[in-house]
Each structure stands twice: as C-alpha cells, then as structure tokens.
C-alpha cells in the first residue's frame, strides 16, 4: 500500500495514506464534459424538470379558486363586486360581507314582506371556471368548515418531502443511485395515477405524500452530475441542471391553461414522468460510489467506455490505473464499513460544516419554495404569477453559471441572497394597495434566491465525501423540506395578523445564512473529496484560507493546486506533459 504526497514543487512524498485512484484526474485525461457526459447531462435535466412540474401541480390542486354559496340548483358563476349578503345585511365593511358570503347565503321568504334570513351554504358552491373547470377545492368542496382539509393536502405533500429526502440518500449511500432512481420514478408515476382516479379526499391526500416523498429524486440527478464532470465543468453545469424547474415553471402555466380539468392534467404529467423509466436503465452507476463499496470492475468499465465516447487518448500510466481497479480490494480504497448518519457527527469539523448547510437549506429552500407556491397571496392571475416567477429563474441561473466558477460559490451565493434579502425587505415596507410593484420586486427576490438555492446545492455536493455525499445532500434536503413545508403557516400568519410577516422573516433568515456562509472553505475547482479523511483534511486546510482570492485573480488550476486534499496522486500531474497521441485508445 503506497503513501505520497504532493508537495508544492511536484514531488511525490510519503505520507502514510493509502493509494486511491483520482477519478478528477482522469476526467480531464478524457474530457470534462465529452460526448459521454453530455448525453446523461441531457437525461438528468429531466429529473429537474420533473420536480418543477410536481411542484407546480401542487400550486394547482391546493388553488381555492373564487366562489360563493349557491343559491338555486343550476346556478353559474358571476362575478361579484359587492354581495348579495351585503345588500341585505349591511355589515361593518364589505370584506367582512365578502367572507361571509363565501360560507353563508340569503334565503328570501315567500312572504310579501321581502324579509330574508341566513342559512348555511346547503346547495353547496358555485366556483369561478374561469382558470381551472375542476380542482379537488372545487370537487370535495375544501372551503368555510373544510377549509383546513386544503391545507392538510398541502401540508402532507411538504410533510412527505423531508422523509423522502432522507429515505432516498440513505438508499442511495447503500444500494447506489441507479436502482433508487428507478424505484421512485415508479412511485412516483403510481401516486399520481393513484390521485388522478380516486374519489375520496383521504386516499387523494395519501398519493400526495407518496409523491412529496418521491421529490428529492432531484437531489439525485445534482450529485450524479458533479460526480459525473471535470472540476472546472462543475459549477457551470450544477446550476445549468436546476434550470429545469423554472422551464417547468413556465411551461405547466400553459398546459394547464388548455388541460383545465386536474384529473386529465394529472393523468399527462404521469404520461410525461415515464418517460423517464424508459432510460432510467441506460445510466450507470456512480463510479465514486462503485469505488467506495469495492466493485473495482464495474468501475473500470464505465470509465474506460466514457473515453472511447469521447474518442478520448490515454498515456500508459493512466491506463495502467484503470486497470488496477480490477483488482482493488475493499482495504484499498472502499469504504471499511457503510456510513450512516452518526459518522457525519463524530468529528468537529464535519459535524459544523453539517449543520452550517443543513440551515442553509432551511433558509433558501423556505424562501424559494415560498415565492414560488404562494403566488395565489401575489396579486394578478395565478399562472401569469407562476411564469412569472419561473421566468426570473432563466437569467438568473444563466448569469451565475457562466460566473460561479470565477467568483467562487461562496460569493455567488451571497450575491443571490443580498439580491433576494433586500428585494423581500422592501416588499414588508409596501403599503398594501400597490400590487403591481408587490409582484416586481418578488419577482426580483426570486431572481436572487434562485441563485443562492441553487449554489448551496451545489455547495453542498462538493463539500461532502463519497462514503456520506448521498445521506448528507439527504439530511439537508431534509431540513430544506421542513423549512418549505412551514411557509404556508408563515403566509397564513400574514394574512391574519400582519400580512408582511413572510418577507420579514425570509429576510432576516437570509441575513444570518450570510453570515454563516462565510465561515466554509472554498470549492472552486477542488476535487471531490473521496474518503472522509479527505474531506476532513480539506476542511481544516480551508478553513485558514481564501481561495476566493486565488480563484478570481488567477487560473483555476491554481487554486485547484493549493487547495485539493493531498491523498490524490500526481498521475494526473504526470500525464499532463504527455502527448495524447503517445498513449492508447482504449477499445
């Protein structure tokens, strides 16, 4: 078993770890983002989009639209601009009349002496048709004393998501992505069928939490991808990949302003989500993950059929490497023993750095998912609001990837949450009345949170070793979940006592996750830490410096020299001054 370091001259020294293969290394021998990664890139985006549109259909089946108490058999919807419970019963304020009347009606006596009474809403309610023919409000009638059922629907999709995002990276730190990926998908493609043909509000409620639980599948496809470029592709291509949300964001508005009845709408989604079952089978598994868990063989076939895709040369040495994966043992370069949760918690470093991001996740997800699933508290129409603020999302993320890896995550991510800070802190000085500039300046909140989301994801996988990537990303999805799942109690507070509550304290929590951001290492353009030694070695090192300044006013590989945890071999440093052609093409 080899020990070596790299000193800061080239020179390979003991060091007294043992040998591990340098999976980043060989990606730039082979190609950052060659043919071979472009093709999976493409597919992953899709779970994005999946996850984009789950959501969005969430907003759909939770939406009240407006209605009132019928008051004969038969009756269509107009709308009202003040109430006939109003003209009869003059009350203190017109909002009070308009209350009422959602949950009351007038009923006229037959005598001649015009008086009325009012009874409760016994022939049910008439509904505006006018953005959506049917919702499950309008069909089990979750309005006035069944209000609270609409929001358990809502809630127990949120409730689901956390418990899913936990469930789902312990299976994937055990049993790898590929099967867990797979799994889901039919779970999830089964709770939506199972919703869109039910006729009972419980059984309904149940699908959606088998489908919040299905929601971190998302979570997947980010670690797939940075595991599956080159450092210096990472941080482009991680924020690319949430561009699939607000491409949902935008195009659910539309099929859904044709498809206006939720069953049919459902029943489509379910068409589109298996599609993603028929490639599912083509991924291969994570080469780290097959490299912690000793399965040297099929790692090395995966690696060397990416090179001949991206017709890719290898010198002698390097193909030598990958050879020797045939043969690693679990003493070399897997794991002894699973990781689990506790082992994140042993040492001091690790367990900061945890938590550090498990609040991080809390903070921007509650923001993202609360600008993005209350655009019924926004004014204007609810799909425009719904492309609206999927349209924000566009140039945010464009604009942070072609930069994030110049100006490092940490500085991204507190340029999105001062962008979205400020935004949200203006909005709780409006005077209620200015609708219009409400709905600008959250728009512009949602541009910056976009940006914070989608970094501290990023952050997140790059942070994390191999042997805890998929249960970490899991934990703080975790954490991230219950953060959303508590904004429609925050909205709710809003609309009962203060109606800026939500923007104040989404401000003020982006604040402190400012602060504590400051305190993390550097990623920008390290290599994936593979063993818990190595991220633990990097965060010790990173945290005494600033490769923030290294990254901006000088070459990536630079930083990447001063910061990358020093287990990994100079192979790739040796095979840099060889010519491709000097090497053979791997068949």
């Known amino acids: 078993m080899e020990h070596f370091k790299i000193e800061s001259d080239g020179d390979v020294k003991e060091y007294g770890r043992p040998t591990s293969f340098d999976i980043d290394g060989y990606l730039k021998s082979i190609g950052e983002f060659g043919s071979y990664q472009r093709r999976f890139f493409v597919l992953l985006v899709f779970l994005s989009i999946i996850d984009g549109f789950i959501v969005v259909f969430t907003v759909i089946t939770s939406t009240a639209p407006d209605h009132y108490c019928r008051s004969f058999q038969n009756e269509t919807y107009v709308p009202r601009t003040q109430t006939s419970l109003c003209d009869s019963f003059p009350i203190s304020?017109?909002?009070?009349?308009?209350?009422?009347?959602?949950?009351?009606?007038?009923?006229?006596?037959?005598?001649?002496?015009?008086?009325?009474?009012?009874?409760?809403?016994?022939?049910?309610?008439?509904?505006?048709?006018?953005?959506?023919?049917?919702?499950?409000?309008?069909?089990?009638?979750?309005?006035?004393?069944?209000?609270?059922?609409?929001?358990?629907?809502?809630?127990?999709?949120?409730?689901?998501?956390?418990?899913?995002?936990?469930?789902?990276?312990?299976?994937?730190?055990?049993?790898?992505?590929?099967?867990?990926?797979?799994?889901?998908?039919?779970?999830?493609?089964?709770?939506?069928?199972?919703?869109?043909?039910?006729?009972?509000?419980?059984?309904?409620?149940?699908?959606?939490f088998f489908t919040g639980c299905t929601g971190s599948l998302v979570n997947i496809g980010l670690i797939y991808v940075t595991e599956l470029v080159g450092p210096s592709k990472r941080g482009t291509l991680g924020l690319l990949y949430y561009l699939g949300y607000p491409i949902a964001a935008m195009i659910m508005p539309s099929i859904a302003s044709f498809v206006k009845d939720w069953r049919k709408l459902d029943i489509f989604l379910c068409i589109i989500f298996s599609f993603a079952l028929s490639y599912l089978w083509i991924i291969p598994e994570s080469v780290r993950w097959l490299l912690a868990h000793g399965r040297g063989e099929e790692a090395k076939r995966i690696l060397l059929h990416a090179a001949v895709v991206n017709k890719a040369t290898l010198s002698v040495d390097k193909l030598d490497e990958v050879n020797h994966l045939t043969t690693i043992t679990n003493s070399e370069v897997s794991s002894p023993r699973p990781y689990g949760l506790m082992d994140m918690m042993r040492n001091p470093l690790m367990r900061k750095t945890v938590l550090n991001m498990c609040f991080?996740?809390?903070?921007?997800?509650?923001?993202?998912?609360?600008?993005?699933?209350?655009?019924?508290?926004?004014?204007?129409?609810?799909?425009?609001?719904?492309?609206?603020?999927?349209?924000?999302?566009?140039?945010?993320?464009?604009?942070?990837?072609?930069?994030?890896?110049?100006?490092?995550?940490?500085?991204?991510?507190?340029?999105?949450?001062?962008?979205?800070?400020?935004?949200?802190?203006?909005?709780?000085?409006?005077?209620?009345?200015?609708?219009?500039?409400?709905?600008?300046?959250?728009?512009?909140?949602?541009?910056?949170?976009?940006?914070?989301?989608?970094?501290?994801?990023?952050?997140?996988?790059?942070?994390?070793?191999?042997?805890?990537?998929?249960?970490?990303?899991?934990?703080?999805?975790?954490?991230?979940?219950?953060?959303?799942?508590?904004?429609?109690?925050?909205?709710?507070?809003?609309?009962?006592?203060?109606?800026?509550?939500?923007?104040?304290?989404?401000?003020?929590?982006?604040?402190?996750?400012?602060?504590?951001?400051?305190?993390?290492?550097?990623?920008?353009?390290?290599?994936?830490?593979?063993?818990?030694?190595?991220?633990?070695?990097?965060?010790?090192?990173?945290?005494?410096?600033?490769?923030?300044?290294?990254?901006?006013?000088?070459?990536?590989?630079?930083?990447?020299?001063?910061?990358?945890?020093?287990?990994?071999?100079?192979?790739?440093?040796?095979?840099?001054?060889?010519?491709?052609?000097?090497?053979?093409?791997?068949?």
């Open 360 to 587: 991080q996740w809390s903070v921007t997800y509650a923001v993202y998912i609360g600008l993005s699933t209350n655009t019924d508290f926004l004014a204007g129409h609810d799909l425009l609001n719904m492309f609206l603020t999927g349209l924000a999302e566009v140039p945010a993320l464009t604009l942070t990837a072609l930069f994030v890896d110049r100006i490092g995550r940490k500085l991204a991510s507190l340029c999105g949450y001062t962008v979205a800070g400020v935004a949200l802190a203006l909005v709780s000085m409006i005077p209620q009345g200015n609708d219009a500039v409400v709905v600008g300046i959250a728009v512009i909140g949602k541009f910056g949170i976009s940006v914070g989301f989608a970094v501290v994801c990023l952050y997140t996988t790059e942070l994390l070793p191999t042997p805890i990537r998929q249960i970490g990303v899991g934990l703080c999805s975790s954490f991230g979940r219950i953060g959303a799942a508590m904004t429609p109690m925050l909205f709710t507070l809003g609309e009962l006592y203060w109606w800026p509550i939500p923007y104040v304290l989404f401000s003020s929590g982006l604040c402190c996750g400012a602060l504590f951001i400051r305190t993390l290492p550097e990623t920008t353009g390290v290599d994936l830490p593979q063993t818990m030694e190595d991220a633990e070695e990097f965060l010790r090192k990173g945290s005494k410096r600033r490769c923030i300044l290294l990254c901006r006013d000088s070459s990536y590989q630079q930083c990447e020299l001063d910061n990358s945890p020093s287990h990994f071999i100079s192979a790739s440093q040796r095979d840099a001054g060889v010519d491709a052609k000097n090497g053979p093409t791997p068949v």
């Open 93 to 208: 304020s017109n909002s009070t009349c308009y209350t009422a009347d959602r949950c009351l009606r007038v009923v006229l006596s037959n005598g001649s002496d015009g008086n009325a009474t009012i009874a409760e809403c016994d022939l049910g309610w008439v509904y505006d048709q006018s953005i959506y023919h049917s919702t499950p409000v309008a069909e089990w009638d979750l309005v006035c004393d069944k209000l609270w059922q609409r929001q358990l629907s809502k809630t127990v999709h949120m409730l689901g998501r956390p418990i899913g995002a936990l469930l789902i990276g312990v299976s994937a730190n055990r049993f790898g992505s590929k099967p867990v990926l797979f799994i889901n998908t039919l779970i999830l493609v089964g709770a939506g069928l199972l919703a869109a043909t039910v006729n009972s509000f419980p059984v309904f409620a149940v699908s959606q």
